[in-house]
């Protein structure tokens, strides 16, 4: 037997013995793991630096701020999510009653990337653990400090039988993935959802996948420009662009478009310097195996805007590319780097074919003034999600579910959606057994009248 199989075999041992069930000890592991958090806090701030130069503001917004919010919010609703729903019963069922349970699905696997790779192999284990479930992580390679803290904050704070972490390369991924877990979730790109919801089809093991896509941000004629600027700015340039969520490419009405770059070069400059390599808040590319294949994006001819680099600090400068077409190179796959390629349209009916040269992307972001634009967008083409006048938000409500569409995604989570996504809703109707109604059986002369009355 491989340590794999002994430690998930240990965990299904736990999750049988019924520990994980009550609301008490689930919501002491959360607050464990929100002290885990605080006491780790400068050791947190010192790996993601090591890892990806993430300056403390960063970490603070978008990882540790995030997962803080993520437990206070499920600790104080965990008691109401966890209770047993009762709904309503039809007259045909006289006598009995209907409940909705919520069981935990027992065993999960968390697959997490590099690109927030505290936040997001935590944010699903605050999922895990309110659902009542035992949870074996799976960080990143390609942020080794960050996955290796994990390791350690999380063996000194939890029994390996409850929550563990497991380092390794893909292989290890998919040793795991062999392994009979009961529920697996997964953030990554399309290309390995794919290969995990293959695998997971072997079992049939419920899954999530939090994937990634071409997300466009659209700034429509009417659209408040200084302030658009400043806000794709921010999503675009925060991480390095290395955001699931951040706008993949800007699509502006041709009449506003210039003025419309004018302002963005300004922002991007009053945020993160003229030269942003040079600063030392600038997130730095994951590796130089990233690093390479942004630089192959970038075509000279086409760079307006910034488009320097530096290998040895593995940082790109943030960059626009104008006059893209869906023929360049940086059309090809998501950019997931801070590169930003603009193209234009005239009419709000050319989006939809525009986007599905893409299609189905994770986030989509509309900026005009127009309420009946606004709908038409957000009613009319397909995204996981996404905001009016804003970047990346939408995902910083705990009340919004977070997910994908097809290509993007199956499934959500963050707040209660988290705890949805950890537990199987199990309908149970409890029948009476004061008195028998009849006419359901065959052979009963009322039956056939009854139903007839019923059913009619
Ligand atoms: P990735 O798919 O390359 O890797 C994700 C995880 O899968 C890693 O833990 C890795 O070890 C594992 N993995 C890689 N190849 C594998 C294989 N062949 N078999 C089994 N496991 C394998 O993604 P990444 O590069 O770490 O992250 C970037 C991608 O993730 C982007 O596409 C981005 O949009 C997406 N993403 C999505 C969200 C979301 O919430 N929807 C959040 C962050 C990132």
């Not at 994990?150 to 993935?177: D, H």
């Not at 300004?266 to 600063?279: D, F, L, R």
Request: glycine share 6%; charged share 25%.
């Amino acid at each position: 037997m491989t340590d794999l199989t002994k430690l998930v075999n240990n965990q299904k041992e736990l999750y049988y013995a019924g520990k994980t069930m009550t609301h008490t000890f689930r919501k002491h592991q959360l607050q464990k793991l929100k002290s885990m958090l605080k006491r780790y806090e400068p050791r947190i701030y010192e790996a993601l630096n090591k890892d990806l130069n993430k300056s403390s503001y960063e970490v603070l917004m978008t990882e540790l701020g995030f997962l803080f919010q993520e437990i206070d919010e499920t600790s104080k609703y965990l008691k109401d999510w966890m209770a047993v729903e009762k709904v309503k019963t039809p007259t045909t069922h006289k006598g009995a009653k209907s409940y909705i349970y919520k069981q935990p699905y027992g065993v999960s696997l968390i697959i997490s990337p590099w690109n927030y790779p505290l936040h997001l192999a935590l944010a699903p284990l605050i999922g895990a653990i309110a659902g009542g479930n035992t949870a074996v992580i799976k960080p990143s390679e390609f942020t080794p400090y960050t996955s290796a803290l994990l390791k350690e904050m999380i063996e000194e704070t939890f029994e390996p039988k409850f929550v563990s972490v497991v380092e390794g390369e893909k292989e290890t991924t998919q040793e795991l993935l062999n392994l009979p877990f009961d529920y697996i979730f997964f953030t990554g790109s399309t290309k390995v959802g794919k290969i995990i919801m293959e695998k997971a089809s072997q079992q049939l093991t419920p899954i999530t996948l939090e994937l990634g896509g071409k997300s466009p941000c659209i700034i429509d004629e009417d659209a408040k420009i200084e302030l658009a600027a400043r806000r794709v700015a921010w999503g675009k340039f925060m991480n390095a662009g290395q955001t699931c969520v951040a706008p993949d490419y800007v699509l502006v009405h041709e009449s506003i478009k210039q003025d419309f770059i004018k302002q963005l070069k300004i922002e991007i400059e009053k945020m993160y310097t003229a030269n942003p390599i040079e600063n030392d808040d600038f997130t730095k590319i994951v590796n130089a195996q990233h690093f390479d294949r942004l630089l192959n994006h970038l075509d000279d001819s086409k760079v307006i805007f910034g488009g320097a680099s530096d290998r040895n600090l593995e940082k790109i400068n943030p960059t626009i590319m104008d006059n893209v077409t869906w023929e360049d190179p940086v059309m090809q796959e998501e950019i997931f780097g801070p590169i930003l390629p603009i193209r234009t349209f005239e009419n709000v009916s050319e989006l939809r074919e525009e986007i599905d040269h893409a299609r189905n992307p994770l986030a989509l972001y509309y900026f005009s003034e127009n309420s009946q634009k606004q709908e038409w967008v957000m009613k009319n083409l397909s995204f996981g999600g996404g905001c009016i006048n804003d970047t990346i938000m939408h995902l910083a409500n705990s009340n919004l579910p977070f997910g994908g569409i097809g290509a993007s995604g199956i499934g959500n989570y963050h707040g209660k959606s988290s705890f949805e996504a950890f537990t199987h809703r199990k309908s149970i109707l409890k029948q009476t057994t004061s008195f028998d109604l009849s006419f359901r059986y065959p052979n009963s002369n009322i039956g056939r009248k009854v139903l007839k009355k019923l059913f009619k």
